[in-house]
């Protein structure tokens, strides 16, 4: 069935049509529109020179965006500037949109004509929930303008964005998840708020997710807690709740740091692996040893009758 003929009138084309079904973020319009021929020109432009993946980023149409990118619309084409959809989500803040491209293969070191990465956008404008989700996927910092070699730090001071200013001043790099895919769990600083309400109930302080929630707590901010904003922001009243937590914070951090160690090269862990297996096999091959025997005593046991007993 074609949709041509029954979108002409109101839309100079298909891909025009297929902007404006994606922007009401109805996931079942949309899905209809795309089956019924609108799925050949998920990548085509429409009258403002970007695609509907492009345009649905950049008006936060989150629901709109997941769909295109399962039904295969490409994550790489870019406008006339240069700005693929990811560099449009983070301009507008829209961060679950953000999140969506990240996970559909977005890249994120993709420069602009000017030479601006989303990174540089979202820092430029304040989006803080931009600006981290950015940084936990692995977005380099340290990448520059073209004109006049701004980092994303240098446009946020510039701006006065002075929350995104300390985050990024605070950031470490191997926080990120593609810094550090050898972790087994993600460093702290990367929870989100879901994350540090599972946290919170894994050490009996359930009660307390609510307040956390409401306040957005993250895996950054629960780093950074202090013992005054745990009492008098977060109600925290009881001061034993407030050290428990705050050293659990600590030894996570701790234990986290002594195992972020980045594997050994190839070789050497070939060879670690073949002395494992030599030495299970060497010690599967052993005899079972019998537990020692305690020594005969050499007097009567006192635990025995006495002979007058007998």
Request: with cysteine; charged share 20%; proline share 6%.
């Amino acid at each position: 069935m074609a949709i041509a003929p029954e979108f002409a009138v109101d839309f100079e084309s298909i891909p025009d049509a297929l902007v404006d079904v994606c922007l009401t973020d109805d996931v079942h319009l949309v899905d209809t529109f795309l089956h019924e021929g609108g799925l050949q020109h998920i990548d085509g432009y429409g009258k403002h020179e970007r695609t509907a993946l492009m345009l649905s980023a950049a008006w936060n149409a989150s629901l709109a965006v997941g769909l295109l990118l399962r039904r295969g619309a490409n994550v790489h084409l870019k406008d006339p500037d240069g700005n693929t959809a990811l560099h449009l989500a983070a301009e507008n803040n829209a961060k679950h949109c953000v999140q969506a491209l990240v996970h559909g293969g977005a890249l994120l070191d993709d420069q602009n004509v000017w030479g601006f990465t989303a990174l540089h956008l979202a820092a430029a404008a304040g989006h803080m929930a931009c600006t981290k989700e950015l940084l936990v996927a692995g977005a380099r910092m340290d990448l520059a303008t073209a004109d006049d070699g701004d980092t994303a730090l240098d446009l946020a001071l510039r701006e006065g964005q002075q929350p995104v200013v300390l985050l990024l001043r605070g950031w470490d790099p191997q926080w990120s998840s593609r810094l550090c895919l050898h972790r087994q769990q993600p460093a702290m600083q990367t929870w989100t708020e879901a994350q540090v309400a599972d946290f919170l109930r894994s050490h009996a302080m359930s009660q307390y997710v609510p307040v956390f929630l409401l306040h957005n707590i993250d895996g950054l901010a629960l780093s950074e807690m202090t013992e005054a904003r745990l009492e008098n922001e977060l109600n925290m009243d009881r001061p034993k709740h407030r050290v428990r937590l705050l050293e659990a914070v600590l030894f996570t951090q701790l234990h986290a740091s002594s195992t972020s160690h980045p594997p050994s090269s190839s070789g050497v862990a070939d060879n670690d692996a073949d002395t494992a297996i030599k030495s299970k096999t060497t010690m599967e091959s052993l005899p079972p040893v019998s537990p020692p025997r305690r020594p005969r005593p050499q007097s009567p046991s006192p635990y025995l009758a006495p002979p007058w007993l007998e």
